[in-house]
T-cell receptor, first 116, second 112 residues
Framework: AQTVTQSQPEMSVQEAETVTLSCTYD???????LFWYKQPPSRQMILVIR??????QNATENRFSVNFQKAAKSFSLKISDSQLGDAAMYFC?????????????FGKGTRLSVIA | KAGVTQTPRYLIKTRGQQVTLSCSPI?????VSWYQQTPGQGLQFLFE???????NKGNFPGRFSGRQFSNSRSEMNVSTLELGDSALYLC???????????FGPGTRLTVL
């Protein structure tokens, strides 16, 4: 079974600084998706970024980028120019490509605090 | 496009009662998945429906059930509620092509 591990339960960053959240996963599949979701205090789970494992180029969405290391099964999220609104729980998630009927597998999450 | 909507947003029930939660997916999305989120267990998959058929089911007791209607709206039902069923229940929809799931705001269920 696939597993996702987020080893940092909590992190903090100064406003305008850069922070990196770590995620590792375990799978025997070669094709899959990886996601970072953000869950602010409002509890709405928001998609931050998505990476297809067959793409070598790291995904980027504005201030958010990933460092995807397929061989190491590592998928870290970098947040640049951190803003107060970035404070939230961040979840790393895995889903098999062409999954059809397989669910997202989530890590336990990292709580990010942004210090003004 | 409107996002995923869930109703009600909050529910308080007592042990032994049953509850029905509703989820309306993004227009055009045919897949609806349900997840339970608790502080202790994190996010756990309940089940997924696609075109009115349950495609996958997580490791939950039979008290948890669901269904999907022809308009892709989905409901989940929990019978004989237990204290441990207190959780945030999240619904997510996807088009099936991109495999990206978009989540609703959740229903916070409290069982007393």
């Amino acid at each position: 079974a696939q597993t996702v591990t987020q080893s940092q339960p909590e992190m903090s960053v100064q406003e305008a600084e850069t922070v990196t959240l770590s995620c590792t996963y375990d799978t025997s599949e070669s094709d899959y998706y990886l996601f970072w979701y953000k869950q602010p205090p409002s509890r709405q789970m928001i998609l931050v970024i998505r990476q297809e494992a067959y793409k070598q180029q790291n995904a980027t969405e504005n201030r958010f980028s990933v460092n995807f290391q397929k061989a190491a099964k590592s998928f870290s999220l970098k947040i640049s120019d951190s803003q107060l609104g970035d404070a939230a729980m961040y979840f790393c998630a895995y889903r098999r490509l062409y999954s059809g009927n397989t669910p997202l597998v989530f890590g336990k999450g990292t709580r990010l605090s942004v210090i003004a | 496009k409107a996002g995923v909507t869930q109703t009600p947003r909050y529910l308080i029930k007592t042990r032994g009662q049953q509850v029905t939660l509703s989820c309306s997916p993004i227009s055009g999305h045919r897949s609806v998945s349900w997840y339970q989120q608790t502080p202790g267990q994190g996010l756990q998959f309940l089940f997924e429906y696609f075109s009115e058929t349950q495609r996958n089911k997580g490791n939950f007791p039979g008290r948890f059930s669901g269904r999907q209607f022809s308009n892709s709206r989905s409901e989940m039902n929990v019978s004989t509620l237990e204290l441990g069923d207190s959780a945030l229940y999240l619904c997510a929809s996807s088009s099936g092509r991109t495999d990206t799931q978009y989540f609703g705001p959740g229903t916070r269920l409290t069982v007393l």
